[in-house]
């Protein structure tokens, strides 16, 4: 059961309805439950067991630490954690039989937190019944965003009722979400036609690319990309929100940023923020010299690419990533600061954003390629200025991630200019009047495209 299917909206008014049923809440949290497991045993019938298996290690292993909290008990619990993801993820290398169940790395990283905070003694201390609702949530069981519990548990205690606003919030949330997938998304990755689009052009076009050809393929996947996951995010918001349940915004207009670390303040907000928590602050606090803790972005960056998938090719997109945020560090010093004229910072800015959404596309390429001989190729594309002449795939792709792109950075922008107008009765009135045409052509849309939507393509990571 995808977010796009017939069968999602068969059950989410029936999981809305249950969650706001008449009677106690622990009745309620059963139900959202019970629906939470049956959700995910939609994606494998063996599936539900694993959930339930680290949903178990984990509430005992909290248990431990709050019994003995020693450096030791949450080793183990770590450990244990990792074993579980790690066979999987990492098992396939040596055997095909073993695949990665979807939504692992998820709830893995969820009972991982939940260790830690109850280390550091910021301990809400669930329930098992809440706790495993924290676990198997249905909106995010399967691709986050990644919760806390002090940040989801409180919320169950009081799950009643939704008020309007948050039918209103969500209902707006989801079709959203399901736009940007199902329409933006899915036709970067197929074309406008059969053999226009991003797929095509990695996976069939086996060499022959232009440095255009390259750009355009980093430009075009890291779109789709983006709007795939932020949709997939929206819409698991959204649907979070019917029940009254507000989740962490997980992207907030990512290539709008003007640094590596401003990039990553802003893209799948729910990891960055994991990773930045439990893994770089200890080690940055550890090793608090700067080449320590330029050693600390390199390893947390590293860990965010192996988290990904297995591969050489994510590897070597976490440590470009790394090496980018230690050079932006190194380099920051001597940039143009808040004591330089007013100009300066401005063509500065325009040069940071550029040189960023450069950089960030190209790391694309290394995510994207099927192995580090791809990768290579398109590089060499890349650095090869007379292959910039020719155009190997058609003229329709280029004009589709032009106007994509065109068209995301101009409401990126237009954001500003929004948020000031907001203040005018007139132009407040003319909204209300507009808003109902906007979602109804997005519902329109929506419908339209819906013959050739897929999977989202952030379940394979």
């Known amino acids: 059961m995808t977010f796009q299917s017939l069968s999602y909206w068969i059950f989410l008014p029936v999981a809305c309805a ?25 994606w494998g019938v063996w599936l539900p067991l694993l959930l339930l298996a680290s949903t178990l290690l984990n509430h005992g292993a909290a248990i431990v630490i709050r019994r003995w909290p020693a450096a030791w008990s949450l080793a183990c619990g770590i450990a244990l954690n990792v074993a579980l993801l790690g066979a999987f993820k990492y098992g396939g290398v040596w055997s095909e039989r073993i695949a990665l169940p979807v939504g692992l790395s998820f709830f893995t990283f969820q009972g991982l937190s939940h260790l830690i905070d109850t280390y550091r003694e910021d301990d809400t201390r669930p329930t098992l019944l809440e706790f495993a609702v924290y676990m198997a949530f249905w909106p995010t069981v399967l691709a986050g965003p990644i919760t806390r519990v002090h940040g989801i548990v409180p919320q169950l205690r009081s799950l009643g009722r939704p008020s309007w606003d948050d039918l209103a919030v969500g209902a707006r949330q989801i079709l959203t979400g399901l736009f940007m997938k199902m329409v933006v998304a899915d036709t970067l990755a197929t074309g406008i036609q059969v053999g226009e689009g991003v797929t095509f052009g990695f996976d069939r076009l086996a060499s022959g690319w232009s440095g255009i050809d390259a750009w355009f393929l980093a430009i075009g996947f890291g779109l789709q990309l983006y709007f795939d996951f932020a949709g997939y995010s929206n819409v698991a918001i959204g649907s979070a929100r019917l029940l009254g349940i507000r989740l962490p915004e997980n992207f907030d207009h990512p290539y709008l940023a003007d640094s590596p670390a401003a990039f990553w303040s802003r893209w799948h907000m729910s990891l960055s923020r994991w990773i930045r928590d439990y893994l770089f602050f200890p080690l940055a606090t550890a090793l608090p010299h700067a080449p320590g803790r330029y050693l600390a972005v390199i390893v947390s960056m590293l860990v965010f690419g192996m988290w990904h998938g297995v591969g050489w090719t994510f590897v070597a997109w976490g440590l470009y990533h790394g090496l980018l945020q230690v050079a932006h560090r190194a380099v920051q010093p001597w940039l143009p600061g808040r004591g330089a004229p007013a100009a300066l910072r401005a063509a500065w800015q325009s040069v940071a954003w550029v040189s960023t959404f450069l950089l960030v596309s190209y790391g694309w390429l290394l995510f994207r390629s099927a192995d580090l001989a791809q990768a290579w190729a398109l590089t060499r594309a890349l650095l090869a200025p007379w292959s910039y002449a020719t155009f190997s795939l058609r003229p329709n792709f280029y004009i589709l991630v032009a106007l994509v792109a065109a068209l995301y950075f101009a409401y990126g922008w237009s954001r500003g200019i929004a948020a000031r107008l907001a203040t005018s009765r007139r ?33 394979q990571f």
């Open 18 to 42: 249950v969650a706001a049923a008449p009677g106690v809440v622990r009745r309620r949290l059963l139900g959202v439950l019970a629906l939470s497991y049956l959700f995910y045993a939609t």
């Open 427 to 459: 132009v407040d009135g003319l909204v209300t009047v507009l808003r109902p045409a906007y979602y109804g052509a997005l519902v329109i849309a929506v419908i339209i495209w819906s013959h050739q939507s897929s999977v989202f393509v952030y379940f």
